[in-house]
């Protein structure tokens, strides 16, 4: 999180306005290795994983592998002369390093529920997310210093030059030093109570009726994750324009740190208010709250809201990734964790990159030509994506009617 934070905050500033790529252009950084991580999440690593049974080991291979291949990207960004054809580089580069870093993902979504019972995996998860946090709001502030050089050089110095990929880098390494003090993971032959562990009644953990309310829990995840995300790119450009709000890099960490600190608060909360409601009527909770918060980055007419929006935001995350991830746990055989998990994060994987070269970046690409002014552009770009949220609150209230159908027959 202290990497995310670091690198990922001002990436997307650099690409467009140093590099020069389209809004559009810009979330391919974020789309194409999502693809890929996904890929090889889901037929590669996820399957390995379940037949060998082997999760911290994924965890370190991929972080190790993932830290030399981004000192690689920078490193081969530098050759072309063309600062378009840099920009591709990155978005090449970092594609290849997902594939590797896919090994990690697989690693910890499936080690946290071979380690945890169901009842304790939201808690678990927030808590995790909350420390997380206070990485990601140190990487912000470093990042938005290390951007311009202190002030001192221009900015998207810190990526031209190699500081920022130099620290991500090492702090990936720096990452797998306290994962060999955890346990491998992975589950036993001996395990045959899915059913039973995964928190639904017998008839629903059936074969048949698991998959088929797993598929549209899905589908109403890709909706609520692709809307939530698909201003994640986009939002540090919208905040940069001269013509709007013109935040500095600096200004811009605050307003990032201001998430990053709704989720560290409530990261620690998440683990009571599981205990008095279930997973279904907090992640509804949190998918409103994630409209709201859509909505009022559309609005924002002054820095105060932008910062209350980021706020709530940053409560939408925790409480959504928390509470999905505890009730996908409970229809996800144990023995089937590396697959299956990778299917429930491509809904997420994905989101911070697809829904923007899908939906957000071209509303904005299109309503720039079309002569409207940029604010204006990305405003209905928000507006959409509160849509695509809505959509999936409506598909996630037809999982829940029909897991509880199937629970009373």
């Given amino acids: 999180m202290f990497r995310r934070g670091l690198f990922y905050s001002y990436l997307s500033i650099y690409l467009r306005f140093f590099l020069g790529l389209s809004v559009t252009e810009t979330t391919l950084f974020a789309t194409l290795p999502m693809v890929l991580n996904i890929i090889f999440q889901r037929f590669v ?6 037949k060998l049974q082997r999760r911290r080991t994924f965890i370190i291979l991929g972080e190790i592998l993932a830290a030399f291949g981004t000192l690689a990207v920078w490193y081969c960004h530098k050759i072309p002369a063309s600062k378009s054809a840099a920009g591709y580089v990155i978005i090449i580069g970092l594609s290849l390093v997902e594939i590797f870093w896919s090994m990690s993902n697989i690693g910890w979504s499936a080690i946290i529920s071979d380690l945890y019972p169901a009842e304790e995996r939201t808690g ?3 808590r995790l997310s909350s420390l997380g946090a206070l990485g990601r709001i140190v990487g912000a502030l470093l990042g938005g210093l290390a951007y311009d050089g202190l002030a001192r050089y221009y900015d998207g110095w810190g990526f031209d030059q190699g500081f920022l990929f130099f620290v991500a880098s090492g702090i990936m390494l ?3 030093v306290p994962m060999f003090f955890v346990p491998e993971g992975g589950v036993g032959e001996q395990d045959q109570q899915a059913g039973i562990e995964s ?8 074969k048949t009726s698991t998959s088929k309310i797993f598929t549209i829990f899905l589908i109403a995840m890709i909706f609520i994750n692709f809307g939530r995300n698909s201003i994640a790119v986009i939002i540090s450009q919208y905040l940069s324009l001269e013509q709007g709000f013109a935040v500095s890099s600096r200004l811009l960490s605050h307003i990032v740190n201001t998430q990053s600190l709704a989720i560290f608060l409530f990261g620690l909360f ?9 997973d279904i ?3 509804f909770a949190g998918t409103g709250v994630g409209i709201l918060s859509l909505l009022g980055y559309a609005a924002a007419t002054t820095l105060p809201v932008v910062f209350l929006s980021s706020f709530l935001a940053g409560v939408s995350m925790v409480v959504i990734l928390s509470s999905s991830y505890s009730y996908a746990s409970r229809l996800i055989p144990p023995r089937q964790r590396g697959q299956q998990f990778a299917w ?3 809904t997420f994987f994905l989101s911070w990159g697809a829904a923007g070269t899908l939906v957000t970046g071209p509303i904005v690409d299109l309503l720039l030509k079309a002569g409207t002014g940029p604010v204006f552009a990305y ?13 999936g609150a409506i598909v996630l209230f037809i999982t829940d009617r029909m897991q509880r159908r199937d629970q009373g027959s």
């Fill in 379 to 391: 405003r209905m770009s928000f507006l959409a994506s509160a849509v695509l949220v809505i959509i």
């Fill in 45 to 50: 690593w996820g399957t390995i994983s379940d």
């Fill in 199 to 206: 928190g639904v009644s017998p008839r629903a953990s059936s």
């Fill in 174 to 176: 720096a990452s797998t």
């Fill in 344 to 346: 429930f994060n491509a």
């Fill in 124 to 126: 678990v998860y927030g």
């Fill in 270 to 278: 998440v683990t009571r208010l599981s205990r008095r409601y279930q």
């Fill in 281 to 283: 009527v907090l992640l």
